[in-house]
């Protein structure tokens, strides 16, 4: 355990074994602080609410689809136009880096070659 991490007491790790068991939709048996506690099985109409999606049309699906896309692209961080410049730069330099590399190893490997047939 890491020291900057705070042990929790055994009743709340119960309580939270309990709240997740709950969700899975059977009927599961579990004590929270010594008393027992059992869920109730999860029936199909809520299992339905609680997907979304679920047996509507192609053309509701896909815009709730794209509608979500845009959401999750709002939360994304984009790069500036100097840490793009400088990135691209970087990679250009290491293909050419590479080319050459391969470029004298195979020349060599091509006189070897020659020199071995002849």
């Given at each position: 355990?890491s020291?900057?991490?705070?042990?929790?007491?055994?009743?709340?790790?119960?309580?939270?074994?309990?709240?997740?068991?709950s969700?899975s939709?059977a009927?599961?048996?579990?004590?929270?602080?010594?008393?027992?506690?059992?869920?109730?099985?999860v029936?199909k109409?809520?299992?339905?609410?609680?997907q979304?999606?679920?047996g509507n049309?192609?053309?509701?699906?896909?815009t709730?689809?794209f509608?979500?896309?845009?959401?999750?692209l709002?939360?994304v961080?984009?790069?500036?136009r100097?840490?793009?410049?400088g990135?691209?730069v970087?990679?250009?330099?290491?293909?050419?880096?590479?080319a050459?590399?391969?470029?004298?190893?195979?020349?060599s490997l091509s006189?070897?070659?020659?020199v071995v047939?002849?």
């Amino acid at each position: 355990m890491s020291r900057l991490q705070k042990k929790k007491p055994q009743s709340e790790k119960r309580k939270r074994v309990a709240e997740t068991d709950s969700g899975s939709g059977a009927a599961v048996k579990s004590t929270v602080a010594g008393k027992p506690l059992q869920s109730s099985p999860v029936s199909k109409s809520e299992k339905s609410v609680a997907q979304p999606g679920v047996g509507n049309n192609f053309f509701t699906r896909t815009t709730e689809f794209f509608r979500e896309v845009k959401v999750e692209l709002k939360k994304v961080v984009w790069p500036t136009r100097k840490q793009t410049t400088g990135t691209t730069v970087v990679v250009i330099v290491f293909v050419f880096i590479v080319a050459v590399f391969l470029g004298i190893f195979d020349y060599s490997l091509s006189k070897l070659v020659q020199v071995v047939l002849t």
